[in-house]
């Protein structure tokens, strides 16, 4: 059975939730965390849309301040759509968001608990012009990204839950202004969507169907 997995490409910007000293400029897709000198956190901003399907976020570095440790950071959060609404408070720094990934100097934050290293670039030596991201497949694979170079997978299987899945990135210490130079995603068709809902809802193999369901959609449902 043929299927399209991705609905067409949808292109996004900053969100208008972020942190409390963050200002957005340029048609939402510059960040910038004011009076950078004098404060380091409540940098958090978020992509405008949930990511799904196949998604790349990439922000350019474009200006920095001197005299704090650490710097960028990025990464996603999975929450639940009735919590993520205006009200919502960003975290003063990253890591300390739950349900999420973090890429954060040369760490992987799993959660608040978990840490781990990752990947062959330290964040904190980004200098303006450099580029970082994320780039999810439509399977669930994460992948940080360091001016076109991928540091490799650093979580599976993200969109596992119901929660929605939002992109991030945090200026943070030295890290004062991002714009966005390549944000889209290709959100999962309906088809899709309902093909996930079903298989959740499975508790046995597939292949245990067969005489309950027609051949073509048990074709369809093992296809993954």
């Given amino acids: 059975m043929s299927n399209q997995c991705s609905a067409p490409e949808k292109q996004f910007t900053f969100h208008r939730i972020h942190g409390a000293r963050i200002k957005l400029s340029n048609h939402s897709r510059t960040a910038t965390r004011l009076e950078a000198a004098k404060f380091y956190d409540n940098g958090v901003v978020y992509t405008s849309l949930p990511l799904s399907g196949n998604a790349k ?5 474009q200006e920095l301040a001197i005299g704090w440790s650490g710097s960028f950071k990025i990464g996603v959060i999975m929450i639940a759509a009735e ?8 975290p003063r720094y ?33 200098t303006k012009g450099d580029k970082l991201g994320l780039e999810i497949t439509s399977d669930g694979t994460l992948h940080f990204i360091i001016n076109g170079k991928s540091q490799g997978a650093a979580a599976l299987n993200v969109y596992s839950t119901d929660k929605l899945v939002y992109g991030f990135v ?23 969507l309902c093909k996930i809902s079903i298989l959740q809802g499975i508790t046995s193999n597939v292949s245990k169907l067969e005489p309950y369901l027609p051949t073509p959609l048990i074709a369809y449902l093992a296809d993954t």
Avoid: R
């Fill in 94 to 126: 990253s890591p300390a968001m739950p349900h999420s990934w973090v890429w954060s100097s040369l760490s992987l934050h799993v959660g608040q608990d978990l840490k781990i290293s990752y990947g062959n670039c330290n964040l904190e030596d980004i």
């Fill in 57 to 61: 976020f990439i922000v350019e570095a």
């Fill in 170 to 192: 945090d200026h943070y210490g030295q890290a004062v202004t991002s714009s966005i130079v390549q944000a889209f995603v290709n959100p999962f068709s309906l088809q899709h």
């Fill in 83 to 90: 919590e993520f609404k205006d009200g919502f408070q960003p």
